[in-house]
């Protein structure tokens, strides 16, 4: 592959290329001493909603150095992708696996799991189908999170259709299941320790309604331990954006923090588009405002946290397009550094998309 160098959309098309989702550095598989590249292409943004005939998604592995292809291979069941991917060894006796899922808005998909040394010999025919989706598939990243404390990672993952899956990673048994009624499901997972017991939990934020009708978010907080939801609202309209997770007031129970879009209406019913951040604080129910509001939408942009100049406090740095009266646009944003007085006393653990390590692994 090397270098793609085109100057329309539609030569890539031609040649089989699509979106390129968040990457993952994997070992060093050609030798160079540098970590090379896992990840997903798929996607055809030019196909219409309901049309069947979609291009196949495809796993590549890549030289860092030098973009050369080492491996690849199609979904094995043939359909698109829109997934980013993530590589994890549940434990030291296991081999790396392979989570990526296929299907999309309208179509149905897979949650699939592969060795990464299949992947490495362009094949993921062996791959196992943990969950499936008749008529919605799988977008949003999972996480690796040990769930019942015995050392070894498990496996989280929600699919469109708003159903959250946990399997063991030993055996890739499952765990537990929990359906958010009423909710498709398009952005990425927060881990935490949301509530007083031992076991990390869940925090969604995802969309209200059946796609394309998506107004409202809807935030759950589920039980790590078996999946119930513990906590319940309807903040903010829609967005992709996924939470990120920080213990603000020392009590050994994490908070989220979350970007929220309103609207206000004026007296020529003319809608103005605002945005801003907040807090969560599970143990009390609270949510609180962090920093100013800003005009315009904060489509898919996760906060970043984490201590930006090493003085020994939180700094969140945020995104958001800058459009007061539009919100799919894309004519302008901003970029704020929100300087707080929340002392880091340890690393932050979950403080970006898919996490402070950007690799959906909650250690």
Same mark, same amino acid.
């Given at each position: 592959m090397g270098v793609f160098i085109a100057d329309d959309t539609d030569t890539p098309r031609e040649a089989g290329w699509f979106n390129f989702y968040n990457p993952q550095f994997i070992g060093d598989i050609d030798g160079d001493s540098l970590p090379d590249i896992l990840v997903a292409n798929g996607g055809d943004v030019k196909a219409e909603p309901y049309d069947p005939n979609r291009p196949a998604g495809r796993l590549l592995v890549l030289s860092s150095a030098t973009g050369k292809i080492l491996a690849q291979a199609m979904m094995p069941d043939g359909k698109e992708t829109y997934y980013s991917v993530i590589c994890f060894q549940a434990g030291i006796e296991q081999t790396p696996k392979v989570v990526f899922g296929t299907g999309g808005e309208t179509l149905g998909g897979n949650l699939f799991v592969a060795d990464l040394k299949d992947l490495l010999s362009n094949d993921l025919t062996k791959a196992t189908i943990l969950a499936s989706s008749p008529d919605k598939g799988f977008i949003a990243p999972p996480v690796a999170i040990d769930l019942n404390r015995d050392l070894i990672l498990d496996l /989280?993952? +929600?699919? /469109? =259709? !708003?159903? /959250?899956?946990?399997?063991?990673?030993?055996?890739?048994?499952?765990? %537990?299941?929990?359906? @958010?009624?009423?909710?498709?499901?398009?952005?990425s997972i927060a881990v935490g320790n949301y509530n007083?017991?031992? #076991?990390? $939990?869940?925090?969604?934020? +995802?969309?209200?309604?059946? %796609?394309?009708?998506?107004? %409202?978010?809807?935030?759950? @907080?589920?039980? !790590?331990? =078996?999946?119930? #939801?513990?906590?319940?609202?309807?903040?903010?309209?829609? &967005?992709?954006?996924?939470?990120?997770?920080?213990?603000?007031n020392k009590d050994a129970q994490d908070e989220v923090i979350l970007s929220l879009n309103y609207q206000v209406v004026d007296e020529f019913y003319r809608k103005f588009f605002h945005n801003m951040i907040v807090f969560i604080d599970f143990a009390n129910g609270e949510v609180s405002q962090l920093g100013d509001e800003y005009d315009g939408n904060n489509i898919s942009s996760t906060p970043w946290i984490?201590?930006?100049?090493? =003085?020994?406090?939180? $700094?969140?740095?945020? #995104?958001?397009?800058?459009?007061?009266?539009?919100?799919?646009?894309? $004519?302008?944003? &901003?970029?704020h550094r929100l300087a707080t007085q929340f002392r880091v006393d340890a690393s932050v653990r979950w403080g970006a998309y898919m996490g402070s390590n950007y690799n959906g692994v909650f250690r």
């Open positions: /989280v993952a +929600i699919a /469109v =259709d !708003g159903t /959250v899956y946990a399997f063991n990673g030993f055996d890739l048994s499952p765990i %537990w299941e929990s359906k @958010m009624e009423g909710c498709e499901a398009y952005s007083s017991d031992s #076991v990390p $939990d869940i925090f969604l934020s +995802i969309a209200a309604g059946v %796609w394309p009708k998506l107004e %409202w978010n809807r935030q759950f @907080m589920l039980d !790590g331990l =078996d999946g119930k #939801v513990l906590y319940f609202d309807s903040l903010g309209f829609y &967005q992709t954006s996924t939470g990120v997770t920080f213990d603000f984490g201590d930006l100049d090493e =003085d020994g406090f939180l $700094d969140i740095i945020y #995104v958001h397009a800058n459009n007061l009266r539009h919100t799919y646009t894309f $004519d302008g944003m &901003q970029i």
